[in-house]
T-cell receptor, first 115, second 112 residues
Framework: GAVVSQHPSRVICKSGTSVKIECRSLDFQATTMFWYRQFPKQSLMLMATSNEGSKATYEQGVEKDKFLINHASLTLSTLTVTSAHPEDSSFYIC???????????FGPGTRLTVT | AQTVTQSQPEMSVQEAETVTLSCTYDTSENNYYLFWYKQPPSRQMILVIRQEAYKQQNATENRFSVNFQKAAKSFSLKISDSQLGDTAMYFCALGSNYQLIWGAGTKLIIKP
């Protein structure tokens, strides 16, 4: 149980275009989902927390107009990187959970490359 | 501010040996959880073990166990009979205020 999927697993896009990444909880309902960014050989950096039906809460320094997060249902959250630039190239990971025991279930990640 | 510190950037041991990864944390919360996550080369984050702060008994999951010292704010992970598949990045995380605070990670290499 507690499976989270992410799509796509890899995406290459041109500078200036937008990319959408989907995160789905497959066998449970997730009122809260998290989006992380991970640079090579580094830890996870929380970008934002999204709650179903409400606006996402962004961490300090994360541009909310650039990284659009939508959590329209209890099983789906999306991250859209708008007007992507090469510096947005990274590994993006979503997770779901954060209930009373704070445990999070992670998606397999998305490798974004902006050329 | 809540922090998690992993002071060992990289460790390597021979297969079948026992290895201990260290983690210290700081929080003023009374209710929190501590986690060890594993990230193998596939980069999928996998929960290794979880400890509730209010429990004195150390958590154990097969070959994985923790040494939770609440007063010292220490939460080390012991891997017994290490296997090649244990090679991965290991992250210690503090669960508090509905978020996870992450350590920098320890790269563990199991040598055949």
């Amino acid at each position: 149980g507690a499976v989270v999927s992410q799509h796509p697993s890899r995406v290459i896009c041109k500078s200036g275009t937008s990319v959408k990444i989907e995160c789905r909880s497959l066998d449970f309902q997730a009122t809260t989902m998290f989006w992380y960014r991970q640079f090579p050989k580094q830890s996870l950096m929380l970008m934002a927390t999204s709650n179903e039906g409400s606006k996402a809460t962004y961490e300090q320094g994360v541009e909310k107009d650039k990284f659009l997060i939508n959590h329209a249902s209890l099983t789906l959250s999306t991250l859209t990187v708008t007007s992507a630039h090469p510096e947005d190239s990274s590994f993006y990971i979503c997770s779901a959970g954060g209930t009373s025991n704070y445990e999070q279930y992670f998606g397999p990640g998305t490798r974004l490359t902006v050329t | 501010a809540q922090t998690v510190t992993q002071s060992q950037p990289e460790m390597s041991v021979q297969e079948a040996e026992t290895v201990t990864l260290s983690c210290t944390y700081d929080t003023s919360e009374n209710n929190y959880y501590l986690f060890w996550y594993k990230q193998p080369p596939s980069r999928q984050m996998i929960l290794v073990i979880r400890q509730e702060a209010y429990k004195q008994q150390n958590a154990t999951e097969n070959r994985f166990s923790v040494n939770f010292q609440k007063a010292a704010k220490s939460f080390s992970l012991k891997i017994s009979d290490s296997q090649l598949g244990d090679t991965a990045m290991y992250f210690c995380a503090l669960g508090s205020n509905y978020q996870l605070i992450w350590g920098a990670g320890t790269k563990l290499i199991i040598k055949p």
